[in-house]
């Protein structure tokens, strides 16, 4: 498995495939039906800005543990 990072006009592709693989990360993957391109899952990558809007920021996270700290 090689991983290798999708630019403009390196691979000629569809445009409805290009537009989902763009600036993504992908896996080519030799099989015995052909090759398999696809999107690599990187879970960090995925969590990234999962709490962005939830108005959860890193002081109200830490005051959370002092005042937790405080009842113990």
Do not use: W
Request: charged share 40%.
């Amino acid at each position: 498995m090689e991983d290798v990072e999708f630019e403009n006009n390196m691979l000629k592709l569809p445009d409805r495939i290009a537009n989902r693989l763009r600036g993504k990360r992908i896996e080519v993957t030799e099989v015995k039906e052909g090759i398999l391109i696809r999107a690599s899952s990187n879970p960090i990558s995925e969590a990234r800005g999962f709490l962005r809007g939830k108005r959860f920021t890193t002081e109200r996270y830490l005051e959370t543990k002092r005042v937790e700290k405080e009842l113990e």
